[in-house]
């Protein structure tokens, strides 16, 4: 069965500070990934894509970025977190459409 | 107009109640539609999907579609304080092929005890 892992789970950053949030999936290949982010309270964004390696679309322009250097590998990063930034980061994939499958989440804080 | 739209909540309900909610979508070509449950701190978990016109039942939830207005229904028939948590609705946007999906801002509710 399909498994999918993120990390960390929580953590706190200062402003400025480089970013690395990492996902992996197990147990199927060449899945869609996706990143989104949920602000307090508030729904789920979508920030980045990837229906495959090194094929990354990006949704909202920000100072986030994502890579994908394996077929079940995404990471999220950032150079210089802002305030902003804070929030519950949650990975997902999917097979091409239909359901997605979220990771854990992982909470950052941003002081 | 959001593609997808929830009313915020909280809706309370009693237990054992029917608990009803709502989203409704602006895309009539939209096709296929998702319900996720989110605990919370936790991440959302997928509950029922539903692609065609009418009811679809599981145990004791009912998603209901009707494309004609563009609303999709979730009913939680004899709700237990463990279905307390937001309920997200979603839709694949039609604009790519990448099966991304757009969410509602979500439903939070509340059973009482």
């Known amino acids: 069965s399909q498994t999918i892992h993120q990390w960390p789970a929580t953590l706190v950053q200062p402003v400025g500070s480089p970013l690395s949030l990492e996902c992996t999936v197990e147990g199927t290949s060449n899945p869609n990934l996706y990143w989104y982010r949920q602000a307090a309270g508030r729904g789920l964004q979508l920030l980045f894509y990837?229906?495959?390696?090194?094929?990354i679309s990006s949704e909202v322009p920000q100072n986030l970025s994502a890579s994908r250097p394996q077929d079940r590998q995404f990471i999220l990063s950032s150079k210089k977190l802002l305030l902003s930034d804070s929030g519950f980061y949650l990975c997902?994939?999917?097979?091409?459409?239909?359901?997605?499958?979220f990771g854990e989440g992982s909470r950052l804080t941003v002081l | 107009q959001k593609e997808v739209e929830q009313n915020s909540g909280p809706l309370s309900v009693p237990e054992g109640a029917i608990a009803s909610l709502n989203c409704t979508y602006s895309?009539?070509?939209?096709?296929?539609f998702f319900w996720y449950r989110q605990y919370s701190g936790k991440s959302p978990e997928l509950i029922m999907f539903?692609?065609?016109?009418g009811d679809k039942e599981d145990g004791r939830f009912t998603a209901q579609l009707n494309k004609a207005s563009q609303y999709v229904s979730l009913l939680i028939r004899d709700s237990q304080p463990s279905d307390s948590a937001t309920y997200l609705c979603a839709s694949p946007s039609r604009s790519s092929n990448t099966g991304k999906l757009i969410f509602g801002q979500g439903t939070t509710l509340q059973v009482k005890p």
């Open positions: 997902a994939w999917s097979e091409g459409g239909g359901e997605l499958f």
């Open positions: 895309d009539r070509g939209s096709q296929s």
């Open positions: 990837s229906i495959g390696i090194d094929q």
């Open positions: 539903i692609y065609s016109n």
